[in-house]
């Protein structure tokens, strides 16, 4: 008799720790699927000799844009900017533009904003990193072209 009750006693343990466990699992992924944010892709332009595809060097070459202008943003940089990467942006065919855009929205975007969202909160005064004495303000320049640019794409 003792061995049933001990039996019976853990059986009901194990019942309870196995709906914990069930609970905690449902809570995670509803809360993992209310805290995402989807944000969505705009389809490529078809500007480039490739059309809406992109090479693989150009896939390459997006994405280490997207890193590039991601690292430069993240945290408090009002004092030093990767300027490179924002001209490069600048510089691309409309096709590169919107697959950077696109790139890091999905890499990125997780946090709750656009590219251009992350541009428009970048403040405008930066040092040259080369010249850390010499004020450059070319990056609100640079801003400005970029988020026209973005306006005149649609890019949210």
Same mark, same amino acid.
Do not use: H
């Given at each position: 008799m003792?061995?049933?009750?001990?039996m019976?006693?853990?059986?009901?343990?194990?019942?309870?720790?196995?709906?914990?466990v069930v609970i905690?699992?449902?809570?995670?992924?509803?809360?993992?699927?209310?805290?995402?944010?989807?944000?969505?892709?705009?389809?490529?332009?078809?500007?480039?000799?490739?059309g809406?595809?992109?090479?693989?060097?150009e896939?390459?070459?997006?994405?280490?844009?997207?890193?590039?202008l991601?690292?430069?943003?993240?945290?408090l940089?009002?004092f030093?900017?990767n300027?490179?990467?924002?001209?490069?942006?600048?510089?691309?065919?409309?096709? #590169?533009? /919107?697959?950077?855009?696109?790139?890091? %929205?999905?890499?990125?975007?997780?946090?709750g $904003? @656009?590219?251009k969202?992350?541009?428009?909160?970048?403040k405008s005064?930066? #040092?040259? /990193?080369l010249?850390?004495?010499?004020? %450059?303000?070319?990056?609100a320049?640079?801003? $400005? @072209?970029?988020?026209?640019?973005?306006?005149?794409?649609?890019?949210?």
């Amino acid at each position: 008799m003792n061995e049933l009750a001990s039996m019976m006693k853990f059986k009901g343990y194990l019942t309870a720790g196995i709906i914990v466990v069930v609970i905690i699992v449902i809570i995670y992924y509803v809360g993992r699927k209310s805290g995402s944010v989807k944000i969505e892709q705009i389809p490529l332009p078809n500007d480039s000799a490739s059309g809406k595809t992109l090479t693989e060097q150009e896939g390459q070459q997006v994405r280490a844009l997207s890193i590039s202008l991601y690292k430069d943003m993240k945290g408090l940089n009002a004092f030093t900017r990767n300027e490179a990467a924002y001209r490069e942006l600048s510089t691309l065919s409309d096709t #590169l533009f /919107v697959a950077v855009y696109n790139d890091f %929205n999905t890499l990125y975007g997780k946090e709750g $904003e @656009t590219l251009k969202q992350w541009i428009e909160n970048e403040k405008s005064m930066s #040092l040259n /990193v080369l010249q850390p004495w010499a004020y %450059n303000f070319s990056f609100a320049e640079l801003k $400005e @072209t970029i988020l026209s640019r973005m306006n005149r794409l649609n890019l949210q």
